[in-house]
């Protein structure tokens, strides 16, 4: 099944449900997934990263922003 990333998902729930979503990831400048980065919600990757997070997670999902 596969799992609508909403702002609140985390790194790991993400790559758990898609794994091909890590390539997404790296390119968006998350330079590794650990034991930290594993537990960020997507609302903390764009903060980190500077993107829009409800962009981030239509793009995640595969829709348009």
Not at 31 to 47: G, I, K
Request: hydrophobic share 45%.
């Amino acid at each position: 099944m596969k799992l609508n990333i909403e702002r609140k998902t985390t790194v790991g729930q993400a790559l758990a449900a898609e794994p091909r979503l890590y390539g997404a990831l790296l390119s968006l400048g998350l330079c590794c997934v650990d034991e930290n980065t594993v537990m960020w919600t997507m609302e903390r990757l764009a903060q980190e990263v500077g993107v829009d997070a409800d962009g981030l997670c239509a793009a995640l999902n595969g829709k348009q922003p």
